[in-house]
């Protein structure tokens, strides 16, 4: 499964380090896409788009900042155009980064479930 996580770095606790945390736990369900982590393109907004038109779920990291997020909102009209489905985990400052993996962990089950029932049908 092709992990595209949207998400906003305007909210101080959504940083690199923050990201690369959480790739281990999304690399349990398939392969994630970290602009942030994996974007070394000459041509980045083209690389941005190929990896979430080719992706089978966004993983919405949303916080605070994430609704006044031009690019976040873009991601977001894109997704919903192209029928990808959208797992959204609400982060905030408070909230410690081994509960954001537990979200993670649930949510991801539940979609990876999903996506394998279409698949079969």
Known sequence: ????????????YVNSNYLKSLV????????PYIDLLHNDSEE???KVENELNNS????????ESTQHSNWVN???????KIKIPVCKI???????INTVRNLINQKL?????????????
């Open 1 to 12: 499964m092709r992990i595209f996580v949207s998400y906003t770095t305007r909210d101080s």
């Open 56 to 63: 089978d779920l966004i993983l919405l990291l949303s916080s």
């Open 24 to 31: 281990d736990q999304l690399i349990l369900f398939g392969d």
């Open 74 to 80: 873009w991601e977001l009209r894109q997704a919903k």
């Open 109 to 121: 089950h539940q979609h990876q479930e999903l996506l394998m029932n279409k698949i079969r049908l």
């Open 44 to 46: 980045k907004q083209k």
């Open 90 to 96: 609400k982060i905030c400052k408070e909230i410690h």
